[in-house]
Structure formats: C-alpha cells, structure tokens
C-alpha cells in the first residue's frame, strides 16, 4: 500500500477514534438520541452513594398452640401463645455475621453493581464498601446511586430463604441443596417460557428425582383431578406452584416462572428470573435483619470543583503539544495528532471495560498521560539522531520501542498486583486498572498507530 495511503487512513482512524470519544456516537432511538458508548463508571467519590445501615432483627415472632400442644395458624380459645426472637442466641454469632458480609458481597457482585465488580468469589469484601461490627452484627453498605440502587439496597437485607414444600408443608427442597441456578428461556411459537435452571448438588440427585415422579398430574377413575403440587417459596412467599412433567435424573430442574407474549414482557420476566437466580446462588443470609437507615449521601467533590484542575491540566497539555510541533516540526505534529489519538483511546477503554473513576482513577489516567508523552518525546529524539535514511529510521525506532517496553513493564507489574489484590481498597484497585489498561495502550498503540506516522510520513 501507498506511504501516503497508509498515513491518510491512520490519520482519518485517529480523527474517528477522537470525535466518538470526546463527542459519542449516537442514534435515533424514537424522539432521542442513544449514545452507543457507555457513560463513564464514576466511584462514590464523585457521584455520591447511599448508605444502607441493616442490623439484626429483635422482632418476637407469636407461635400458637391448640390445646394439645400443636402449632395453629390463629390463636384458639383454648389453647396458648409463645413470643419467640425471630434471632436466637446460637444465631447472633460472629460466624453468622461473617457469612452475612460474604453472601451480600456476592450479590451485589452478580447484581453486576458497579463498585462491586472488582471482587471474586473467594476475595474478603473491601472495607471501602461493607463494614461489619463483629461484636452485634451491624452492616453497612455503601452503594453508588443509580438506578438500580433501590434494587441493589433489597439484596442487602432480603434473606432469600428457597423452600421447596408438598401442600402439607412438608419441606422437599431448601437452599442446601441447591448447586447453581442459571436463567433461560424455551421460544414457543406465540409465546416465550421464562425459566431457572435449578441444578441440585450431587447428594440431592435422587431427592429430586423422587420428588419429580411423585409430584405429578394425575387423574382418578372418574376424571377428577388427583394431583399432587409443590409449592416453590422465597422467604416464605409463594413464586410458583406446579408439578412435574417428566422424571428428573441428571439432578436439573427446570422451573417455568412465567410465559411472555411479547419483548418487553420477556425483559421483565428474565430480569425477574436472574433476581431470583440471584438469591439463590448466594445462599440464604443466616441471620434476620431490619434497616436502620436507608439515605443518599451527597458528594464532597461538585462540578465546580474540577474546573480549575481541569483548565491547568488542559493548558499543560497544550503547552507540551506545541512543544513537540515547534522543536521536531513535521515528526512533532504527527505525534501531536498520535498523543490525542491515544488519549482518545484511552478514554475509550474506560468506558467500554467499566473502569471504575475514582479520584485515584483520575490520577491513573493523568499518569498513563505523562507516561505515553515521556513515551512519544523518546521516541522523536531517538529518530532525530538516526542518518536519514529509512532503515536507519526503522532500526531506531524499533530499538526505542523495546526500550521503552523495558521501561514500562515495572509500571505494568504494579498495575497488575493492585488488580489482582484481595486485600486492597477501591482506590487503589481503580488506580491499579486504570494504569495497567494505560500501559498495555501505550506498548500496542505507538508499536502499530505511532509507528505507521512516523515511518511513512519519513521520505525515502
């Protein structure tokens, strides 16, 4: 292909990659317009958060007795009542409390919570965003405010009790038995069946097998319905009541939750469906909690309050672009038009992997800044020395990308252990991944986009 070719497509590719970033990339979507790049994930710092205080119920639940002892729905006249704590003493204990930090950690990691995505199945929750008080229980959550708060604050206290019950209250199927649930859906010809794919753990196999060919329709002699149901609750509520329709031997059940007729229908049941799958992959909380409060907690940091940083970084920046025009002339402009090509992509890869800003974010992101323009002048005066001629041109070029690679692999590690920490706190992890996405730009970027500026732009 063509020198010039090449350095017009790569300068029209940075002209796009800039004008989607700082500006979007939208469409019509009815009487607006959607961006199709996602918003920046602000941390709590910058967008505020709510704090959500639970506590440990001291609710008294009233058991009623008939006159022989058994336990009633309503009180009888004859008969007797007992006050009993919702939370026993052998409950409130340290192990329990802990198992409550873990369980909502990992709901609000599956809830695919913003400030939440840095953890793991295994990792300890990050002290910037649940506190426990081992000695009473007491949890506090802190959650960035959006839309799906409200949500979010549910899954905090909600104990997602799962029961699987015969129309005798007998318990066929609870929380332990419970393996992995995932959501599905069966496309029928006018319709959609929202399901969970319930799958049992391996002692539980059999049990579930039995259970389906038990509970099952079934008719009498004389037409009259015989079958026997189940009865499918969460925290005691009914979600569904049915029967089984084949037997069950590989220990996955699929449970119907509800039939769609149209799209928006079908949205609502599967996010209905993945709440519930939710719940119940965590496990059931163990301890039975109330809220103590529940508010928004606005932001110390305004807009206002970034407008002066903004305006010096901003000048800085130009300064050092036209730095590099006036002292490498026809080299510096094209790595004027690179720098902003990388800033742009930067940005892009920011909101398109959901790095969480921070103010420490914002720091990793001035750092990458620095480190690619560092990157940029080494790379100018190592050409500036080179004879003229083009494989003199290449060889200095080559060199100076593997030295700066050499450079930068220190600042890459460090990136990479503050990502993969289980110990450390929000800022520090925004931080860690915003200068490893920085770094592996920098290292990808000038090798391939940088390259093609320089060495086609140089005359044979």
């Not at 590989?250 to 449970?255: H, K, Q, R, S």
Request: with cysteine; proline share 2%.
């Amino acid at each position: 292909m063509d020198r010039r070719l090449k350095l017009t497509l790569i300068i029209l590719f940075i002209i796009f990659i800039s004008l989607i970033s700082f500006g979007g990339l939208y469409v019509q979507e009815t009487k607006f317009a959607k961006n199709l790049i996602p918003n920046y994930v602000l941390g709590m710092d910058f967008s505020g958060y709510r704090a959500v205080t639970i506590v440990p119920s001291t609710e008294k639940e009233t058991i009623y007795y008939d006159k022989d002892g058994n336990v009633v729905d309503e009180e009888a006249e004859d008969g007797s009542k007992e006050e009993i704590p919702v939370n026993s003493e052998d409950i409130l204990i340290q192990e329990n409390f802990q198992r409550t930090k873990e369980i909502i950690e990992k709901r609000l990691y599956d809830l695919r919570t913003s400030q939440y995505l840095i953890s793991v199945d295994e990792a300890p929750a990050k002290e910037y965003q649940i506190r426990l008080d081992n000695e009473d229980g007491t949890v506090v959550v802190h959650l960035p405010e959006n839309l799906t708060t409200d949500l979010a604050s549910q899954f905090i206290y909600t104990r997602g009790v799962f029961t699987v019950e015969d129309e005798e209250g007998q318990l066929l199927l609870t929380n332990t038995d419970i393996k992995n649930v995932l959501v599905g859906y069966n496309a029928l010809t006018s319709s959609a069946e929202v399901y969970l794919r319930i799958q049992v753990n391996e002692g539980s196999v059999e049990k579930l097998k039995d259970m389906s060919k038990t509970y099952v329709e079934s008719q009498d002699a004389e037409g009259k319905d015989t079958s026997k149901e189940v009865l499918v609750k969460i925290d005691g509520t009914s979600i569904q009541q049915t029967t089984f329709d084949n037997e069950i031997t590989d220990g996955v059940w699929e449970l119907t939750i509800a039939q769609a007729t149209d799209n928006n229908s079908l949205n609502a049941y599967l996010e209905q469906a993945s709440n519930i799958a939710i719940l119940l992959n965590s496990g059931a909380i163990p301890v039975e909690y109330t809220v103590e409060q529940n508010r928004y907690i606005k932001s110390d940091l305004t807009l206002e309050d970034a407008i002066i940083p903004a305006i010096v970084i901003g000048a800085i920046l130009v300064i050092g672009i036209i730095f590099l025009i006036v002292k490498y002339k026809k080299l510096g402009l094209l790595a004027a038009i690179s720098y902003i090509g990388f800033l742009a992509l930067f940005l892009l890869a920011a909101r398109f992997f959901y790095l969480v800003i921070t103010i420490e974010g914002i720091a990793g992101i001035i750092v990458g800044a620095i480190l690619n323009y560092i990157a940029l002048v080494y790379l100018l005066q190592s050409l500036s020395k080179a004879d003229k001629n083009m494989a003199e041109y290449r060889t200095a070029f080559n060199k100076s990308i593997i030295s700066m690679l050499l450079i930068l692999i220190p600042t890459l590690i460090i990136g990479i252990a503050l990502c993969c920490s289980t110990s450390i706190w929000l800022p520090a992890y925004s931080f860690g991944t915003v200068i490893f996405w920085g770094v592996f730009i920098i290292a990808v970027y000038n090798a391939i986009i940088t390259r093609v500026l320089f060495l086609n732009s140089i005359k044979e």
